[in-house]
């Protein structure tokens, strides 16, 4: 039983280093301006967790992939797919932090604000 537990810690601390990498992949294609690289590498991170997300996620994320036109080459649609972007990675943020695949921050007690 208690091998169990320790695979199934191996395995998810490997999970969330995988994540971590592929966020902050994510982060240096957007500070690059790489939309397309960055929606991609979101979409990624979304298949990493796929499992633990409610039907109505899923089908919200995949509307937003659905209406994301990803071979920009003006520069009005270069912008529209940086809102998409954006708002993709708002949305994946939001459903991570719910599902518990984000750290959360650590609790000063020292401080009173």
Do not use: P
């Amino acid at each position: 039983m208690e091998d169990t537990k320790k695979v199934a810690f191996n395995l998810s601390h490997l999970m969330m280093g995988e994540l971590q990498g592929l966020i902050h992949l994510s982060n240096k294609c957007y500070l690059r301006c790489d939309w397309k690289g960055c929606f991609h590498t979101l979409r990624c991170i979304k298949r990493n967790v796929i499992q633990s997300l409610t039907k109505e996620e899923r089908k919200q994320l995949k509307q937003l992939e659905d209406t994301t036109f990803l071979m920009a080459r003006t520069q009005r649609e270069k912008n529209e797919l940086r809102k998409k972007t954006e708002e993709y990675n708002e949305m994946l943020m939001d459903v991570l932090e719910a599902h518990g695949f984000l750290v959360k921050e650590r609790e000063d007690h020292k401080k009173m604000f």
